[in-house]
């Protein structure tokens, strides 16, 4: 049963006027884009896995089990994909620890100019919880 609903048309229109510089590492103080509105985040697997301070990570850079993110799973593109504790197979075939939704931007280089590796959090205004609370 999925506990948030995604404006998917909506966040592909929005996410294709964006830029590179619009992705930011909010956690990475040497990086700073005036228009950064895009957050990279950290997995709570990738936090324990390699031990990371979780006092230099702000919250809503946090993405726990059940919760909806971007990633460049494919390779090359920008996909919405929530974290999981089983392991499922991704439409190439990897086997991970999340579960496949849909592809938004299909190639990153010609949308933005460069790959964006990474986890990024999906904007507010385009996810709706049910329970109004985030997982």
Not at 48 to 55: A, G, P
Not at 72 to 83: H, K
């Amino acid at each position: 049963m999925k506990k948030y609903t995604i404006d998917i048309d909506g966040l592909r229109k929005y996410l294709e006027k964006l830029n590179r510089f619009n992705f930011v590492d909010a956690n990475d103080r040497r990086v700073t884009y005036p228009n950064g509105i895009i957050k990279r985040a950290k997995t709570i697997d990738e936090i324990e896995m390699y031990k990371l301070d979780k006092s230099k990570i702000t919250l809503d850079c946090i993405i726990n089990y059940g919760m909806p993110f971007l990633c460049d799973i494919l390779g090359n593109d920008l996909s919405i994909i929530e974290l999981s504790k089983k392991t499922n197979k991704m439409p190439n075939g990897r086997k991970l620890h999340c579960k496949f939704i849909e592809t938004v931007i299909k190639d990153c280089h010609e949308v933005y100019g460069t790959a964006l590796n990474g986890y990024w959090i999906i904007p507010e205004q385009f996810i709706k919880y049910d329970h109004g609370i985030l997982a």
